[in-house]
């Protein structure tokens, strides 16, 4: 197994404030104990060639991979145009996942938009995902749909956020090219064993998030799911270093390790700075090597 991390302690001064570019945060994480960096799609100042050639240049000189771009492609849109536009615009994230040495790209169901039924949801989004599978066959680029909570800047939750939809969706689409992507800390924002969730998919696993959550003092998972639709992650959630959280770790590995993964995990963690980057890598680095 090999390791890399997600800034999500970064993230608004990447994508929204650009105060931050992501060749700040390539030399950052090279002073961290990781073998990789993810990026997610608002990362990219632009999708220029030039500017792709600078990133990835960025990346050999710092000795990093970049394993998967994480992207929230949006499947639930009412409008079949738009959704065709969230089509075309995941391929183009497999281009570049692929221009950056990446094996795998993110992809998510949509919003959980309440005017969207479930049934209607899931044809939709089993449509989408077919319609990518050729183009990442064709870029060796595998898919891997994760078990998510909310992109930060949608305005609904995941629209397969519960296990039940997520696993309809993975199930209708039995293909090499596309993958689970397991996060514990999502099944638990959901109110669902993420262990009872990794039993059902270890053997669809092809990334990981290793994430760690704590509710702040006097507040409860039942409070979180009413606040749900508020921007953003609700306010009474906390991140923190992986391994003191709520997450059985050890128990994770061995699951993934029975199930014969060999593949990365990353720290989506250190909301506090990027020393509890380095702490998650820390934690972690003896479970992967066991």
Not at 196 to 211: K, N
Not at 257 to 283: C, H, K, M, P, T
Request: one cysteine or more.
């Amino acid at each position: 197994m090999k390791l890399a991390a997600f800034p999500k302690c970064f993230m608004d001064h990447i994508v929204v404030e650009r105060s931050m570019s992501l060749f700040d945060w390539i030399a950052m994480a090279a002073d961290l104990p990781i073998e990789g960096v993810e990026f997610h799609h608002g990362f990219f100042e632009t999708l220029e060639a030039n500017y792709l050639e600078r990133v990835r240049s960025a990346l050999e000189g710092r000795g990093l991979a970049m394993p998967m771009l994480c992207c929230s492609p949006d499947f639930t849109k009412p409008d079949p145009g738009e959704r065709r536009q969230e089509v075309e615009r995941e391929k183009r994230m497999i281009d570049v996942s692929a221009f950056l040495g990446g094996g795998y790209c993110r992809v998510l169901s949509g919003q959980r938009r309440p005017e969207v039924s479930r049934e209607q949801g899931i044809r939709w989004v089993v449509e989408c995902i077919r319609e990518l599978l050729d183009h990442a066959a064709e870029k060796r680029v595998v898919l891997a749909m994760e078990n998510h909570y909310k992109d930060n800047y949608w305005g609904h939750p995941e629209f397969a956020q519960k296990r039940d939809v997520y696993l309809e969706i993975l199930n209708q689409i039995q293909s090499p090219w596309l993958g689970a992507q397991y996060d514990p800390s999502n099944a638990l924002l959901a109110g669902e064993d993420p262990i009872e969730l990794l039993e059902r998919v270890s053997h669809r696993v092809v990334t990981v998030h290793a994430s760690d959550r704590y509710l702040k003092p006097g507040h409860t998972l039942e409070e979180l799911r009413s606040s749900e639709d508020s921007v953003g992650y609700a306010a009474i959630l906390s991140h923190g270093v992986v391994g003191k959280g709520l997450n059985d770790y050890p128990r994770i590995f061995g699951i993934l390790r029975q199930a014969g993964y060999r593949g990365w995990i990353s720290i989506e963690d250190g909301v506090n700075g990027l020393e509890e980057i380095r702490a998650s890598a820390e934690f972690l680095r003896p479970l992967m090597q066991a």
